[in-house]
T-cell receptor, first 115, second 112 residues
Framework: NAGVTQTPKFRILKIGQSMTLQCTQDMNHNYMYWYRQDPGMGLKLIYYSVGAGITDKGEVPNGYNVSRSTTEDFPLRLELAAPSQTSVYFC??????????????FGPGTRLTVL | DAKTTQPTSMDCAEGRAANLPCNHSTISGNEYVYWYRQIHSQGPQYIIHGLKNNETNEMASLIITEDRKSSTLILPHATLRDTAVYYCIVSPDSGGYQKVTFGTGTKLQVIP
């Protein structure tokens, strides 16, 4: 298993540009998450998904969009990049069956700079 | 969701036990204590979790007080590779949206 993979690893955007951060997991997990981490700070939840076709907002969703057309993929879209979106973005996935407690598996992150 | 309080930073000598405390005085009966760590801006990595009883795995031990208001993560023989930010999180058991809040954690520096 590759686990959770993210592309690209690094990206520099100009203000107003758009891009999609890719996230794929091969563990057949039902839950997927997007977090951002600003320098010296903890992680903040942007969006999450409980399964294909179902997404919902987290703490800081403004300026982002997501979709979940398949179990494996959970792309994050930035439409009009702003300097405040400079951050490291982490994708995570988790399996839950409603039974035993479970944990999140994180990808390596995408480092985004908006200039 | 219960809130956690952790020291901002700690040092530990290599080879010694690292004891990382966490306060979660408002924890609910159905909330588990989870520990993750983040090494040098990599994605967070799960370490261990527990509900009431003490737990041990190949990475660490988790000691939860009887009233469940605090816990301690123990790395029995810290190595330089254990230098990381350690996050203590409380979250309800699975079955729904696991809204985990990663605060700023404890930055553990293992010293040679």
């Amino acid at each position: 298993n590759a686990g959770v993979t993210q592309t690209p690893k690094f990206r520099i955007l100009k203000i107003g540009q758009s891009m999609t951060l890719q996230c794929t997991q091969d563990m057949n997990h039902n839950y997927m998450y997007w977090y951002r981490q600003d320098p010296g700070m903890g992680l903040k939840l942007i969006y999450y998904s409980v399964g294909a076709g179902i997404t919902d907002k987290g703490e800081v969703p403004n300026g982002y969009n997501v979709s979940r057309s398949t179990t494996e993929d959970f792309p994050l879209r930035l439409e009009l990049a702003a300097p405040s979106q400079t951050s490291v973005y982490f994708c995570a996935s988790r399996w839950t069956s409603g039974g035993a407690p479970d944990t999140q598996y994180f990808g390596p992150g995408t480092r985004l700079t908006v200039l | 969701d219960a809130k956690t309080t952790q020291p901002t930073s700690m040092d530990c000598a290599e080879g010694r036990a690292a004891n990382l405390p966490c306060n979660h005085s408002t924890i609910s009966g159905n909330e588990y204590v989870y520990w993750y760590r983040q090494i040098h801006s990599q994605g967070p990595q799960y370490i261990i979790h527990g509900l009431k009883n003490n737990e041990t795995n190949e990475m660490a031990s988790l000691i939860i007080t009887e009233d469940r208001k605090s816990s301690t993560l123990i790395l029995p023989h810290a190595t330089l590779r254990d230098t990381a930010v350690y996050y203590c999180i409380v979250s309800p058991d699975s079955g729904g949206y696991q809204k985990v809040t990663f605060g700023t954690g404890t930055k553990l520096q293992v010293i040679p």
